[in-house]
């Protein structure tokens, strides 16, 4: 018994020698990895910021970042340099808040601006107001942030009805509805100097502005003197553009089977 005794005991001085090994050594792998990969204090959002919002102290806080996967350029390392200032962006939960993304308000002050509009703009963007009713502007349902298409409705009665080499069909001439503009960005609804926001905000004021390219400014001023436009809300997170059919009077005759038949000419009688 006495040397079964002694066997036990000497297992189990091995198996803590083994143990305590084992533990050194993973240890010091985890401290030498930790010496591999160098971090770096960083301003991350805690929660969802909207643009055009003052951060608040809950909306932010520190988080070690890899170093090799820092951005380039300045970056935050203390919420007090970022509490209190405008966010010019939607900002997600533990995205890295760098200094494109926010501005000073008393610096949009200081040079005399009414309004944060020049600091929202996204980069290549213009700004262009556009007038809206309940109708047109899908119910008021329309904030800033939301993204529409425009449809453009043209009369086509002041061009040539009949091309050469072409015969008539007796249904040139007509109207034709077509997707304009896609994935167009609402920065704001109603007036920038009301401060106003939302649905009620478009009913009063009638009013939106968008961010579109300095070709599409062009485009859309030219179409909304001699034309019909209409928008369509785009559902949350969809950006994708698609090529479409212009819609005629010939195309509604041929998808829904009115089976309209164009009134003979006195040429064909």
Request: hydrophobic share 45%.
């Amino acid at each position: 018994m006495r040397r079964g005794g002694r066997i036990l005991v000497v297992l189990g001085l091995l198996l803590g020698a083994i143990t305590a090994v084992g533990t050194f050594l993973v240890l010091s792998s985890a401290v030498e990895q930790g010496r591999q990969i160098p971090t770096k204090q960083v301003v991350v959002a805690l929660q969802p910021i909207t643009d055009r919002s003052i951060i608040g102290p809950d909306a932010v806080g520190i988080k070690e970042w890899p170093e090799t996967a820092l951005p380039p350029g300045e970056i935050f390392s203390e919420t007090s340099k970022v509490v209190g200032m405008l966010a010019i962006q939607p900002i997600f939960p533990g995205q890295i808040i760098l200094p494109p993304m926010i501005i000073d308000k008393k610096k949009a002050g200081e040079i005399g601006t009414r309004s944060n509009a020049a600091f929202v703009i996204p980069e290549g963007k213009v700004a262009i107001a556009f007038g809206i009713s309940e109708i047109t502007g899908v119910g008021n349902a329309l904030q800033p942030g939301d993204y529409v298409d425009l449809l453009l409705t043209l009369d086509s009665a002041s061009l040539p009805t009949c091309p050469p080499a072409k015969p008539c069909t007796g249904l040139e001439g007509l109207p034709v509805t077509q997707m304009m503009l896609q994935d167009v960005l609402i920065l704001q609804v109603g007036a920038w100097s009301s401060g106003g926001e939302g649905s009620q905000a478009a009913a009063q004021a009638g009013i939106l502005t968008f961010a579109v390219d300095r070709q599409d400014a062009l485009a859309l001023k030219s179409a909304r003197e001699q034309g019909q436009i209409d928008l369509v809300l785009r559902r949350a997170g969809d950006h994708k553009t698609v090529d479409l059919e212009p819609v005629t009077l010939q195309y509604l005759n041929k998808r829904f089977k009115f089976n309209l038949t164009p009134p003979l000419t006195s040429q064909g009688r």
